[in-house]
């Protein structure tokens, strides 16, 4: 039902900037949490930024506040998450998640997004 593509990404050198993007279809994108998560090779996918279904309010992780930014436009059924000034700490797959209809905004945790874009690589070089 609820599908999700991303797309962007892609190798940048150290300071640089990417914009990924995320088109979701199959339900009330407006209604929907929408959040960014990221896992690198071997480690836990940790959680980096989420926008409300309500007033677009965003909450982000200590590790890229004041970098990265997350935005979206229901028209276009897309959220975005803009990194600044990349870190080659931020090399990771980037993963765009939907939450529930009405659901919490502003969760961190993986089990509050059941629904996962299929990745996007994100390879920052020294």
């Known amino acids: 039902q609820v599908q999700v593509r991303q797309s962007g990404g892609g190798l940048v050198r150290s300071g640089e900037s990417l914009k990924l993007s995320c088109v979701v279809h199959?339900?009330?994108?407006?209604?929907?949490?929408m959040a960014w998560f990221r896992q690198a090779p071997g480690k836990d996918r940790l959680f980096v930024a989420s926008?409300?279904?309500?007033?677009?309010?965003?909450w982000y992780a200590d590790f890229m506040r004041e970098r990265f930014t997350i935005t979206k436009d229901d028209a276009e059924r897309t959220v975005y998450l803009q990194m600044n000034n990349l870190k080659p700490e931020d090399t990771a797959v980037y993963y765009c998640?939907?939450?529930?209809?009405?659901?919490?905004?502003?969760?961190?945790?993986?089990?509050?997004?059941?629904?996962w874009g299929q990745g996007t690589q994100v390879t920052v070089s020294s």
């Open positions: 998640a939907v939450g529930r209809q009405y659901g919490n905004s502003r969760s961190a945790e993986r089990s509050d997004y059941p629904h």
């Open positions: 926008i409300s279904w309500s007033d677009g309010t965003a």
């Open positions: 199959g339900n009330t994108f407006e209604a929907y949490p």
